[in-house]
């Protein structure tokens, strides 16, 4: 199994930006995909984005296109999401998760990390 640390969260106010990052270790010769999660309170957790092993394929909720770019470092077993212009509405906890398929139907093992919580102020 692989197991994800997320870190990077924080408090920003609305407009602002944040680099999540989250290192993965244990069994990283899988070749994985590798996404982002977001769970605000008292609502399901939302895909965010995906990433393709190699990095050549990514895809993004609507609600963060054009703000959130999503990257990987396999040297360094990590994957990244830079989040720019931050509104209230990105506030939650945002998790990383691993999957053995494709981007376009990313569906993550089960093995979640412990999230990451980003508060964003008005």
């Known amino acids: 199994q692989v197991q994800l640390v997320e870190s990077g969260g924080g408090l920003v106010q609305a407009g602002g930006s944040l680099r999540l990052s989250c290192a993965a270790s244990?069994?990283?010769?899988?070749?994985?995909?590798m996404g982002w999660f977001r769970q605000a309170p008292g609502k399901e957790r939302d895909f965010v984005a995906a990433?393709?092993?190699?990095?050549?394929?990514?895809r993004y909720a609507d609600s963060v296109k054009g703000r959130f770019t999503i990257s990987r470092d396999n040297a360094k077993n990590t994957v990244y999401l830079q989040m720019n212009s931050l509104n209230p509405e990105d506030t939650a906890v945002y998790y990383c998760?691993?999957?053995?398929?494709?981007?376009?139907?990313?569906?993550?093992?089960?093995?979640w990390g412990q999230g990451t919580q980003v508060t964003v102020s008005s």
């Open positions: 998760a691993a999957s053995n398929g494709v981007v376009a139907d990313f569906r993550p093992l089960p093995n």
């Open positions: 244990g069994r990283t010769s899988g070749n994985y995909a």
């Open positions: 990433i393709s092993w190699s990095g050549g394929t990514t």
